[in-house]
């Protein structure tokens, strides 16, 4: 992902606000953009989701799909309906629609970049200072909705998952997250997997890594087991820089980060296709929280945050930074013990821009 | 696992003490084994890990396996060489020897408590009080060594590495999970998995966790994905009581209990077999940390309260109370500061039994 000059005409952005809280924190993040970006968008709303799902039947029309594509960039709320719903068996949205956007639109590299902020609450005890990225596969691994099952209902049932890896898929995110490494002060680069036990693949990503990084001398690397990662990530966070991983070795450390770093109201995240080839989308890393939809108490920030993403991806650093500057007082800000409304949220970092 | 009563005659033990801290915590493990049993225990060692696969290329040869499973348990210190050694590949030993224990032996219930003892420290600033176990299923999922590699080593390399998921052994380990619950006095159940990707397995798991549950009114249950349960685990865990959830998932999720609950010096497990058609096998959580192998630096608690677990496995439930409770003196009586060695580590806690 080479920093990118922008285009000269009106960048255009398909917004997809989703379900449960999707919509409202969406309109806290179009609130931000319009305020910090040094340019108009031009914005397209789709309503996909799981309302349009129980109406019509239609996940992701082919026809959408093709508009979407045309577009500079993608805004995404978050997508899932309500737990158990008889009429909207899992995965239908996930895979239907997330997935079937970062597969399609070849977001090979799924950035989510963890930092605590001062004035934010970590759950540890003691986390030192957190500022890290994980540069997560997003095109491969048990992603890919291979596997199957037989005898689905009967005792002799069997499913299967397949994690499908490729040297062509592995190199091209390692080589992602090198880049990242180089980019920043500690050049410090983590690989987690779990080559002892998932020897195939782990063999596959472990040699990749150890070739891409006789390439980067000044990138320093080390290795880590999932398992361990988890030990790592809670008992000293601040030791990690950037880390690379696998598609579902990701989703499970993403959420971890974002717990240790004031929670999931704050995780951003970037679908990122570096090629450029398609448009590349920006999401909050938190679901769609039925349970609270509607209720304007969800936390905007982590949308807010995305959008900074989306900047810096089209090339806008500085109003990128200046998004990133007015969360960082809006949580410095933040008076505990105080709630505040999903938009009063969204105006209070809008007013500081 | 329907609890045991003793057999009469003298217990046999399988010993594998295995590499780097294994035989350290081993020998303190069996020190107070020694004292906290009511019967003696006919203890055999096999000298099997790193050591011997790199002096002679044998892993765990048949006729080993063959008279370790005359046994009536296996206690097991931990198993894995150094990180990197080119003659010792990833999985080697992990595969070839703890993990075709497990499938040989037919280990389905991976059973790992987590407990913050009063006096051990947890990283998180507030647990509360956290007290419950993790039922992983053990023989089965991404851990079943399908999957395969094409092209290796070049350009189009195709690694994959498949779950393999059955209701034989979804339902079994389901039942033995909501048993364990049924025990329990909050009854409480959480399944963990990513029904919302991973939809064969996912399906399956849900499918016969519910058709279980119907059977068990008295049990309350719900359902957590995996990246969701990151956070649970880091916020709440207090909430948790009986987690029954996949091979992976489970070993992820069990070293983020670990470390939460005092770290992973503490954390024991057993792999077990309820039907007791072969010896099941108790081990620490922790891993064989070469780096500080053989410097009595290493604390043997988690391998001594693998002992309780394995005696009350053989029926000597009384006798498993004891060290629990000698383990609980001992967390309690800990200066902090003060560090000692492995073997006062276990000499401190055979006499207060
Ligand atoms: C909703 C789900 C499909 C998704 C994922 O697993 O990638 C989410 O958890 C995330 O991390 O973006
Ligand atoms: C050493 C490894 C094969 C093992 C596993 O993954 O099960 C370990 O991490 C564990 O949790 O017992």
Redesign the interface.
Known sequence: DTPQTPSSGTPTLAVIPGDGIGPEVTAEALKVLEVAAPTKFEATRYDLGAERYLATGEVLPDSVLAEIREHDAILLGAV?GK?NDPNL???IL??GLL?RLRFELDHYVNLRPSRLFPGSE?????PGEVDFVVVREGTEG??TG????LR?????????????????GV?RVVRDAFARAERRPRKQLTLVH???????????W??IFESVAAEHPDVTTD?MH???A??HM??NPSRFDVIVTDN?FG??????A???TG??GLAASGNVNPDRTAPSMFEPVH?SAPDIAGQQKADPTAAILSTALLLDHLGHGDAAARVEEAVLADLAARAPGTTRSTSEVGDAIAARL
Do not use: C, H
């Open positions: 899932g737990p068996p899992p995965g996930e895979r997935l970590s759950p540890l005890a003691a048990p992603y291979n596997g199957g099952a689905v209902g009967t005792p002799a049932e069997v499913a299967t998952e397949v994690s499908v890896n490729t040297a062509y190199e779990k080559t002892n036990v998932l020897v195939n693949a782990g063999s596959l472990w040699r290795y999932i398992d361990a988890m030990i809670t008992v579902l989703d499970i450390i993403t959420d971890l974002a717990a240790i929670g999931i679901g």
